[in-house]
T-cell receptor, first 110, second 111 residues
Framework: RKEVEQDPGPFNVPEGATVAFNCTYSNSASQSFFWYRQDCRKEPKLLMS???SGNEDGRFTAQLNRASQYISLLIRDSKLSDSATYLC???????????FGGGTRLMVKP | ETGVTQSPTHLIKTRGQQVTLRCSSQSGHNTVSWYQQALGQGPQFIFQ???????GRGNFPPRFSGLQFPNYSSELNVNALELDDSALYLC??????????FGQGTRLTVV
């Protein structure tokens, strides 16, 4: 079993749609959680950190359920520019390693 | 951009050769980590350096080695290159209580 698992997609959605991505992680001692965005042939860029209380940044909402070891990302009112691969990332409790999921590819169509 | 720069951006090597990749961390960041990203997969942790010492290593063989210099820049060395080493190599830097910021990566092709 992979340490961080995501549905690879692709998710093909029309502009304006709401889309949700899920992620599960296996190490219950994991310390911190993130969503990164990666455009084709580019480096990953931090989208947002994920907190147990849930957090929102504009059209993006992230949730963490430590009991279920489950992380989610919700994108509302999808834009063409949201097309990318979204990487679920977990940092270990030593703080010295990021473990990435395989990524979920999103394609937003006109 | 992030202030993390990597060189070279692209590289072609022959199986069995050795390669050195370089990374300059963002100003004020004393921690550098390296990742390997194969096509269609997420990045895999190779190792991390903090104040010139390796302080974490992923599941990579000893032919993957590294250095960090007093100015916190870093090198990744790979010996005896194999075809499966072809990948995007990413460097990330962070400081105290900051998140990791990635460089644009070095795309290595082994033929």
């Amino acid at each position: 079993r992979k340490e961080v698992e995501q549905d690879p997609g692709p998710f093909n959605v029309p502009e304006g749609a709401t889309v949700a991505f899920n992620c599960t992680y296996s190490n219950s001692a994991s310390q911190s959680f993130f969503w990164y965005r990666q455009d084709c042939r580019k480096e990953p860029k931090l989208l947002m950190s994920v907190y147990s209380s849930g957090n929102e940044d504009g059209r993006f909402t992230a949730q963490l359920n430590r009991a279920s070891q489950y992380i989610s990302l919700l994108i509302r009112d999808s834009k063409l520019s949201d097309s990318a691969t979204y990487l679920c990332v977990v940092r270990n409790n030593a703080g010295n390693m990021l473990t990435f999921g395989g990524g979920t590819r999103l394609m937003v169509k006109p | 951009e992030t202030g993390v720069t990597q060189s070279p951006t692209h590289l072609i090597k022959t199986r069995g050769q050795q390669v050195t990749l370089r990374c300059s961390s963002q100003s004020g960041h004393n921690t550098v980590s390296w990742y390997q990203q194969a096509l269609g997969q997420g990045p895999q942790f190779i190792f991390q350096y903090y104040r010139e010492e390796e302080n974490g290593r992923g599941n990579f063989p000893p032919r993957f080695s590294g250095l960090q210099f007093p100015n916190y820049s870093s090198e990744l060395n790979v010996n005896a290159l194999e075809l499966d080493d072809s990948a995007l190599y990413l460097c990330a830097s962070r400081g105290m209580n900051t998140e990791a910021f990635f460089g644009q990566g070095t795309r290595l092709t082994v033929v």
